[in-house]
Each structure stands twice: as C-alpha cells, then as structure tokens.
C-alpha cells in the first residue's frame, strides 16, 4: 500500500468508526492495521491485529459453550426481573 492509499484508508476508517460510531469488519481492520505498517506506527497496527485476534477468536466459540453462555445470561436476566417486581409465586 502506497503512502496516499494508506493516509486515505485510514481517515476514511478513523471517520467511519469516530463520527459514525459504527465497528469496523475484520477486513476493514486488516486494512487499516496495513495502512498504520506503512506509515510504521508498529504501535497501532499491533492493537489492531490484537483486535482482530479477538474478533475471529470470538467466531470461532463453541456451540456448546454458546448455548450454556445464553442460558445463562437468560437465568441471570429472569432473576433481575424478578428482584426489580419483588412478586413472588
């Protein structure tokens, strides 16, 4: 990536994520962590492919465990509805 392309990927991706509030995909990420190498700030790139390593580690979860995390966050939530009525049975 030429150091033109890499200033206007990342105002256009800083932009989207500051004044949009909206997450980057992780092919937006790729590019904006490549963008930052070519101006060699090591520093930011690194945060962004630690972002990445989240991101697809969190795609990769295990169904099992997914479906025991949603379980309980439904108990957990059944139980803050309760405590917030104080009903009782």
Do not use: C, G, H
Not at 27 to 41: C, G, N, V
């Amino acid at each position: 990536m030429d150091e033109n392309t890499a200033k206007d990927t990342i105002r256009e991706l800083e932009t989207k994520v500051a004044l949009k509030n909206t997450k980057l995909t992780i092919e937006e990420l790729y590019l904006l962590a490549e963008a930052y190498t070519t101006f060699e700030d090591t520093l930011t790139a690194s945060e962004i492919y630690e972002t990445i390593n989240q991101r697809e580690a969190a795609l990769v979860i295990d169904p099992e465990q997914k479906a025991k995390e949603e379980k309980e966050k439904f108990l957990e939530k059944i139980k803050q509805m309760k405590a917030k009525s104080k009903s009782k049975y």
